[in-house]
């Protein structure tokens, strides 16, 4: 690998961290100014870093982890799974799912698409 895909790569990858970590605070319904405070950062530096305005630092990183309530294992695993999944489904669904596994009305969707799925 070349300089430039090593550089390409790594940032490839810091977004794939920031959107699980937006991820997971939609999913855990942690409002960004709730995730700071439970951080200790300021709520426009959790704004300017899902946004990926701001490069995140390993100690931020840490203690965003401690404001979601999840250990390095728990997020690297669920990431590296999300991944395997992206990669064998369709854009399309995997965006409807991340939609649905965070919407306020998630459950009822649930049932809606399991009753969609049940018709013959």
């Given at each position: 690998?070349?300089?430039?895909?090593?550089?390409?790569?790594?940032?490839?990858?810091?977004?794939?961290?920031?959107?699980?970590?937006?991820?997971?605070?939609?999913?855990?319904?942690?409002?960004?100014?709730?995730?700071?405070?439970?951080?200790?950062?300021?709520?426009?530096?959790?704004?300017?870093?899902?946004?990926?305005?701001?490069?995140?630092?390993l100690?931020?990183?840490?203690?965003?982890?401690?404001?979601?309530?999840?250990?390095?294992?728990?997020?690297?695993?669920?990431?590296?799974?999300?991944?395997?999944?992206?990669?064998?489904?369709?854009p399309?669904?995997?965006?409807?799912?991340?939609?649905?596994?965070?919407h306020?009305?998630?459950?009822?969707?649930?049932?809606?698409?399991?009753?969609?799925?049940?018709l013959?």
């Amino acid at each position: 690998m070349n300089e430039e895909d090593v550089k390409k790569f790594a940032k490839n990858e810091a977004d794939r961290i920031i959107n699980h970590i937006v991820y997971l605070r939609k999913k855990k319904r942690i409002t960004q100014e709730s995730l700071a405070e439970r951080s200790a950062i300021s709520r426009s530096t959790v704004g300017q870093i899902e946004k990926g305005a701001v490069k995140i630092s390993l100690v931020t990183f840490t203690a965003i982890l401690k404001g979601l309530d999840v250990s390095y294992s728990e997020f690297f695993a669920e990431f590296e799974q999300e991944k395997r999944v992206v990669e064998e489904t369709s854009p399309e669904l995997v965006d409807l799912i991340k939609e649905v596994s965070i919407h306020p009305n998630r459950d009822e969707y649930i049932k809606i698409m399991k009753s969609l799925l049940a018709l013959k």
